[in-house]
Nanobody, 125 residues
Framework: QVQLVESGGGLVQAGGSLRLSCAASGRTFSSLHMGWFRQAPGKEREFVAA????????YYSDSVKGRFTISRGNAGNTGSLQMNSLKPEDTANYYC??????????????????WGQGTQVTVSS
């Protein structure tokens, strides 16, 4: 059974940092692309960052570029999202996801096959 578990969320003041982790199990993930999305109450799920299966290419939304860094472990079934200079507008539930093929590019949620349950990030002003 495939399972993705996010961790590392919490409450932080604006300007602070958090590091989210994702651990996947139940199949081989080393050949899958990985992404992070977030969803705030009343809003649609939003792309945050993605990394190719081999770790060579990364993608970021304009809102987090320069502040967040995505990475993945050598085994391919773990990943992290380092979040610096956090802002109140970064408050959301953050999800990791894996994709067999980005049919519509790395930022489209429809291209991801496996999703975690999310971890809450709250940034206070």
């Amino acid at each position: 059974q495939v399972q993705l578990v996010e961790s590392g969320g919490g409450l932080v003041q604006a300007g602070g940092s958090l590091r989210l982790s994702c651990a996947a199990s139940g199949r081989t993930f080393s050949s899958l692309h990985m992404g992070w999305f977030r969803q705030a109450p009343g809003k649609e799920r939003e792309f945050v960052a993605a990394i190719t299966w081999d770790g060579r290419n990364t993608y970021y939304s304009d809102s987090v570029k320069g502040r967040f860094t995505i990475s993945r472990g050598n085994a391919g079934n773990t990943g992290s999202l380092q979040m610096n200079s956090l802002k109140p507008e970064d408050t959301a539930n953050y999800y990791c996801a894996f994709s067999g093929a980005w049919r519509s590019g790395p930022s489209s949620p429809e291209g991801y096959n496996y999703w975690g349950q999310g971890t809450q990030v709250t940034v206070s002003s």
